[in-house]
DNA sequence: CTGAAAGCGCTTACAG
DNA sequence: CTGAAAGCGCTTACAG
């Protein structure tokens, strides 16, 4: 077996209890006596017993990332760096990989058995529910970050603000036959959907956003093959000048329509993606995209959960990023005046 | 507090021994009586602490594993897949991301303490130790894949299989002039690494890899603008006509320079990368690459702890999972005896 | 400043 | 088939 404090009291000749308050940095022990306790501890590479010491304090590791197996790229790498940052606070992160979201409630009632400080849910959309209690009894504070957790504390990604400077775009852009894909089950709760900033950039220019511009995207698996379908039959049958294509891996299946269809038309057709993914830049034609700003929601899901563990039952909290239209080579626009449009401020809140 | 196994013993009349019992599943129930106490339990959504389990029965929860936080995108996959594959078996899955490969250690060690039925270590190259003995005295069964935990069950990537193959291509299709992206920190012990393929393809050809085939490819941050900026300045200077880019994000650094430099040009350099990432098929001139079969690997994975749980001490396997070539629109091959040639079988150990 | 003792929630060998 | 009891390793209120 491996070492416990016991042995380690035995050995130095005191008892388990001073051990303890020397190793955990309590009060209560001569300084000497701490340093020698704190030096033989780490010969021996002593390490407390987290499931004893769980089991003691009723508090269990620091915290737990709850995230969906399928996300994009972006939200992986948003989920580790969230986690690394707060494994620094939290004393240890692990996450926890949902297969299927039905069985998001089986995961979250797994974690909250552990007892960590605090639980994550990101990026998960299909299950709402309310844990508000079962989150008091464990004395664990949960943040949803772009989930559906309405009730505990929230970050919000708004991802109209880039559809709608997008949009802008298109329609100062003197765009006429656009394309915008969309998702059915992108839920649009309270206007922070894609579809709520382009709806609203129709609505500012007194323009109709016409049913026969929006095309069903709903894959099912790749979604770079599915924008790559749905673009070359598209292609085939009408003329277009603008396409939202809804994330960045389904631009690139667009990107790749056009360029087997007409690489001449690349140029002539403003194309937009979605997650500003690392590679975007970098494609021989650079693809433009609408982005976040990480650190502004690591730092926002950072103070608010420190915020929510020095007071449970203080009212949730509500953070909203913005997100910001990037261009790029697939949508060159040189027009000093229509950039500044584009970019105009706006409050739709 | 939450419900414990007291709670559900006092409001049925039974003993808590039986209600362990019942609920674990173990003999010594009336099946009746089991019944009663399951149905119970689900009803008032009882789950066991896992810490007082763990403190217990001295296993903690199932499955930790541990990867570095920069990893291609085909590595988080894998890891994902893995992570919910096994939690099936293992009851949990929690990961755990290393933000600097030198706290292995330090992270292999809080992984230990929670006592896991099994570790994975993934993709960290950078330390080299040896914990058969901490694993033994925790009882942890500890698996390496594509890390260098050797002395311990090891999933070896062989990638000079892929790069072999894809070596001879160059070679049988007449390119003089070819580019071989060379990473100085790839450790290539036991001739699994890139390098080692395409020495061998050279030496079975009887031409020399000459140095000056060869460029440093030490990326600090972004792979994709690395290759575009050493690929720019060798355009400039040299004439080339095949290139292997290390991975598909640098090989998009480099198709991007090359459509910058001359987009003509594009249909004569062959273009290889390395990872097989999902887009790199979408992209205008989808990209060859390397790649392995990754069901292979998770079967394995999953076999090789499902054994090492069954006997700890029985002598440590290894398992070798070859790499493929992926032949692409960046490296039109249409000779049909020169692809019989590449692929032709050949075992170099 | 230090130690003896209780108890967190569970499981399991032991007794019936 | 069922229950009483011990104990996993820790922490903390209590006593000195």
């Known amino acids: 077996m491996s070492i416990a404090i016991k042995d380690i009291a035995l050995k130095l000749r005191v008892s388990p209890s001073t051990v ?8 209560g022990v001569s300084e000497e006596m701490r340093q020698r306790i704190i030096s033989y501890a ?17 508090k269990g590791s620091g915290l737990i990332l709850i995230a969906p197996m399928n996300r994009p790229e972006v939200a992986r790498i948003r989920d580790e760096i969230l986690l690394t940052k707060l494994h620094q606070f939290f004393g240890s992160a692990f996450s926890l990989t949902v297969d299927n979201e039905e069985n998001l409630e089986y995961y979250i009632k797994m974690a909250l058995a552990e007892n960590p400080q605090a639980i994550i849910v990101s990026g998960i959309w299909h299950q709402n529910f309310n844990l508000l209690e079962a989150c008091n009894t464990h004395k664990t504070a949960l943040l949803s970050i772009d989930s ?53 950039a129709y609505k500012e220019a007194g323009l109709e956003l016409k049913p026969e511009y929006c095309v069903e995207f ?11 379908e749905i673009f070359s039959e598209l292609l085939k049958r009408s003329y277009v ?29 403003k194309l937009v993606g979605f997650d500003d993914l690392p590679i975007s830049t970098y494609l021989p034609t650079s693809l433009s995209s609408i982005s976040i700003k990480l650190e502004t929601l690591i730092e926002q899901a950072s103070s608010m959960l420190q915020q929510r563990i020095l007071d449970l039952n203080a009212p949730r909290e509500r953070a909203i990023i913005p997100s910001t239209l990037l261009i790029r080579e697939s949508s060159r626009i040189t027009d000093r005046r229509i950039i500044g449009e584009i970019f105009r401020q706006t409050n739709h809140n």
Chains 1, 2 share one sequence.
């Not at 709903?218 to 790559?228: F, H, I």
């Open 20 to 27: 303890s308050r020397a190793l955990s940095g309590k009060d």
């Open 42 to 58: 780490e010969d021996c590479m002593f390490q407390v017993n987290p499931a004893a010491q769980a089991l003691r304090t009723g």
């Open 148 to 200: 559906c957790l309405a009730g505990h504390d929230e970050i919000i990604i708004d991802r109209s603000t880039g559809t709608e400077q997008m949009t802008r775009m298109f329609l100062l852009s003197g765009c006429s036959h656009p394309v915008y894909f969309k998702h059915p089950e992108e839920l649009d709760t309270e206007g922070y959907g894609r579809l709520s900033g382009i709806q609203r």
């Open 218 to 228: 709903n894959p099912k698996k790749n979604d770079s093959q599915l924008g790559y």
């Open 241 to 269: 000048d603008a396409v939202f294509a809804f994330n960045d891996l389904a631009a690139l299946g667009v990107q790749r329509a056009i360029h087997s269809f007409n690489p001449a038309s690349n140029s002539e057709i």
